[in-house]
């Protein structure tokens, strides 16, 4: 074989080996083209699907916004207090009212930590606390427990705890919703007292009629017995003794017929330092202590006076009370000092609480009657108001019963501090008319 037979063959045999080599990328080009259009149709449709993915998601997302939106809006909405917390006690959650009842401002609660411990601690050792029902794995529903808050104050609270888990079932936290009844559970013990007032009274009322009559008969005879017995002075004493001790009796059954009455009321509207002004004038004057006026230290300024509507001559009553128990109280050397003044309603709030049952008025009429005297015991001082209570060794116990009547009949309220040793305050709350 020559030369160029030779080159022809390597020729023949390089085309041969190209043409395979050809064939061969044309079948993986072959390959790769239906490969990207299997890909191109996956990612369309995969494409198309993340889309609606996305919708539902975006659905999702508007639905969780408006529903959490709506909740939102009914947790700030709700009158009762609202706190959520995890397992440490650490407060998550607290709505408006719950901050409002506890006295918790917005700032703080948002400014960082809150210890459940903090805001809510109860008086008494209480298993309804949304810690202790964490902690014995429990609901608590409609309990009540009485607490102290940040700013001292004391409330009772209807408390409802409900644990929050997660899906193995292990406690993660808990929701507490809770209602001041401070006032609701003063209203009660209040109508409670009323209704053994009216028992009471109803009692005492058929007593003193009983009496009464032939005491008057008594009283007759015995008068006219010492008018006979002006010749014999000794036996003429024994007689007017007699007749001392019906006035005496009298005095006791009209007390009772005074607390068994039903105060209807003549009201008519008042200046009210002038008013006290002229009742401690009467007072004085009635009681001959004249020459002790100077121990009754009247801070009736008229700038501070306020008009306010009352019978003047059942709230006489009231005045004449506190004032003669506040003298008897401290002694010859002691004072009774009656301030009166305006008082708007949140600073009420905030001075006295729960201790006094307060309406809606805008301005209420403040009226202090204190004595520098002994004191009152703490154990006692629940018992002020109720009848035949008294801490004097011949007292009926029913002045104060009676003014409390009084007091409450004018829609006000009475309260009472005291100190062993530094005297009793009265701190009578009125509605006022306003300014």
């Known amino acids: 074989m020559d030369e160029k037979e030779t080159i022809d063959v390597d020729i023949q045999d390089d085309i041969g080996r190209f043409a395979d080599s050809y064939s061969s990328f044309s079948k993986i080009i072959n390959k790769i083209q239906r490969q990207y259009l299997s890909l191109r149709e996956t990612y369309t449709r995969q494409s198309e699907e993340l889309q609606a993915v996305n919708k539902t998601l975006q659905s999702l997302m508007k639905e969780n916004r408006a529903v959490t939106e709506f909740l939102n809006s009914i947790l700030n909405s709700l009158s009762s207090g609202v706190i ?43 298993h309804c606390s949304a810690l202790e029902a964490m902690r014995r794995g429990v609901n608590v529903d409609n309990e009540e427990i009485k607490i102290r808050t940040r700013h001292e104050t004391y409330l009772t609270l209807s408390v409802s705890t409900s644990l929050l888990k997660n899906r193995g079932g292990e406690i993660i936290g808990a929701v507490e919703l809770f209602q001041d009844v401070s006032k609701l559970k003063r209203m009660e013990e209040q109508i409670s007292q009323m209704k053994v007032l009216a028992s009471l009274g109803e009692m005492a009322a058929s007593i003193a009629h009983e009496v009464r009559n032939p005491l008057s008969g008594i009283g007759g005879f015995a008068s006219l017995l010492s008018r006979d017995l002006e010749g014999d002075p000794d036996k003429k004493r024994m007689a007017d003794k007699i007749v001392e001790g019906v006035s005496s009796i009298n005095n006791t059954i009209q007390t009772l017929l005074d607390f068994a009455r039903r105060e209807k009321l003549e009201k008519s509207n008042v200046d009210l330092n002038g008013y006290l002004n002229d009742l401690l004038d009467e007072f004085v004057e009635m009681n001959g202590l004249q020459d002790a006026a100077d121990r009754i230290d009247r801070c009736l300024q ?118 062993l040793g530094k005297g009793t305050k009265f701190s009578i709350v009125l509605p006022a008319r306003k300014g």
């Not at 607290?94 to 006295?103: E, Q």
């Not at 109280?329 to 729960?354: M, S």
Request: glycine residues 10%; charged residues 25%.
């Open 302 to 419: 008229p700038e501070d006076s306020v008009s306010v509507d009352l019978d003047s001559q059942l709230f006489r009553q009231v005045i004449f009370n506190f004032v003669k128990n506040g003298l008897e109280a401290c002694g010859d050397d002691g004072l009774v000092k009656v301030t009166a003044h305006p008082l708007p309603l949140a600073e009420a709030q905030r001075e006295y609480g729960d201790k006094l049952q307060l309406s809606g008025t805008e301005t209420l009429a403040k009226i202090i009657i204190e004595d520098n005297g002994s004191g009152i015991k703490e154990s006692d001082l629940r018992k002020l108001f109720s009848p035949f209570y008294s801490n004097k060794e011949n007292g009926i116990g029913l002045g104060l019963s009676i003014a409390w009547k009084i007091i409450k009949a004018h829609g006000g309220d009475v309260a009472a501090e005291t100190q």
């Open 84 to 126: 959520a917390l995890d397992t440490s006690g650490k407060i998550s959650h607290m709505n408006p009212a719950a901050r409002k009842i506890l006295g918790v401002s917005e700032a703080s609660f948002h400014s960082g930590d809150l210890d459940y411990g903090d805001v809510i601690r109860t008086v008494e050792d209480s």
